[in-house]
């Protein structure tokens, strides 16, 4: 586990922006990683200084956020790059895995060079007039997938 790590996220209800703060926390407490987090309504930060960037992003109506979908279509080099999606099929043990194979290979699509060491769908949280409708997220899995990605930085 070497070098410094960059977690950017593109959210709309803020469950991204948990999932990277809590990816943050168990990578450092573990770890003792250099955690950066950004958020990519904010711009897309410069990845110069990382050796490992983590994306996560949300989906709506079955499409990634823009901003991630944008942020990944660079050139990473040599980095190492994990994907995460929040979204309503992510919080079904049943649909986990199809949720986070179909997300991937839509952004996969745009950058063929981009090889991420691993990817993951959590469950998800809609917002209606500022409401949460449903919130299907288990924070306890996004922590242990952190653990688990660690080792392999």
Request: charged share 30%.
């Amino acid at each position: 586990m070497a070098g410094k790590t960059l977690i950017v996220y593109a959210s709309k209800s803020g469950a991204n922006s948990e999932a990277a703060n809590a990816i943050a926390d168990a990578l450092k407490t573990t770890y003792g990683m250099d955690i950066t987090v950004a958020d990519l309504k904010n711009g897309s930060p410069d990845i110069t200084p990382f050796q490992n960037i983590i994306v996560g992003s949300g989906i709506r109506a079955t499409n990634v956020y823009k901003e991630a979908v944008d942020f990944l279509g660079r050139d990473f080099g040599d980095r190492k790059v994990a994907l995460y999606f929040c979204c309503g099929g992510g919080g079904d043990p049943k649909t986990r895995d199809r949720s986070a194979e179909d997300n991937s290979k839509k952004v996969l699509a745009k950058n063929k060079s981009l090889k991420p060491i691993d990817v993951v769908a959590f469950g998800g949280r809609m917002k209606i007039l500022g409401r949460v409708v449903w919130d299907n997220r288990d924070m306890n899995k996004v922590r242990e997938w952190a653990i688990e990605l660690g080792k392999k930085f």
